[in-house]
């Protein structure tokens, strides 16, 4: 049981944008600790796609971005493309400072 | 380009003990931490714990008791140990050099990860 909770799957078709949210507490995002994004594919690591709620690493498109309100963050992919069938997990911290992950979301390119 | 090169048994019995190796080819500036983190089969990511250099780890609540980190600053290494192993800590376990964000929160994430090693724990 994820301290982090996203939803299991969600899905799109190309060109369009789906929404990955990742939801926590006043434990955690809701107290501040910024969010982070990663993308897995299937027998690699993870690979960071977004950093301080909003910011994207060289070399991430623009089509993923990254937003926080309260206890709450969500990724936005717009443009949906084939190659993005991954499984997203969101990332944060608690007061100690322990590493938080969602239990990831699998995205799925109809 | 960081590169980091794990190395450790595939292979592990039951109650005895994991060990695994991380080797950071171009020497990070003491300013990162190091992460190691399992990704259970069917399930989700599970970080173990962080430790600076030479500053002690800092574990998951949930493991400590029953793991050790270390960095060998002569061989520029991080290790893991994970005691008394049982099927639950079957995994595939990543070491990740991390990077604080936010200096007033302490906010890190980790960027660069290593292959990832199956670690099987069966007799």
């Known amino acids: 049981q994820s301290v982090l909770t996203q939803p299991p799957s969600v899905s799109g078709a190309p060109g369009q944008r789906v929404t990955i949210s990742c939801t926590g507490s006043s434990s955690n995002i809701g107290a501040g600790f910024d969010v982070y994004w990663y993308q897995q594919f299937p027998g690699t690591a993870p690979k960071l796609l977004i950093y301080g709620n909003t910011h994207r690493p060289s070399g991430v498109p623009d089509r993923f971005s990254g937003s926080q309100s309260g206890a709450s963050a969500s990724l936005a992919i717009t443009g949906l493309q084939a190659e993005d069938e991954a499984v997203y997990y969101c990332?944060?911290?608690?007061?100690?400072?322990?590493?938080?992950f969602g239990g990831g979301t699998k995205l799925t390119v109809l | 380009q960081v590169q980091l090169q794990q190395s450790g048994p595939g292979l592990v019995k039951p109650s005895e003990t994991l060990s695994l190796t991380c080797s950071d080819s171009?020497?990070?500036?003491?300013?990162?931490?190091w992460s190691w983190i399992r990704h259970p089969a069917g399930k989700g990511l599970e970080w173990i714990g962080r430790m600076y250099r030479t500053t002690s780890p800092h574990y998951n609540p949930s493991l400590k008791g029953r793991v050790a980190m270390s960095f060998d600053t002569s061989k520029n290494q991080f290790s893991l140990r994970v005691m008394s192993v049982t099927a639950a800590d079957t995994a595939v376990y990543y070491c990740a050099r991390c990077d604080t964000y936010n200096y007033d929160t302490g906010s890190y994430y980790c960027e660069y990860w290593g292959q990832g090693t199956l670690v099987t724990v069966s007799s």
């Open positions: 171009l020497r990070s500036t003491r300013t990162y931490s």
């Open positions: 990332q944060s911290h608690d007061s100690s400072l322990s590493l938080l």
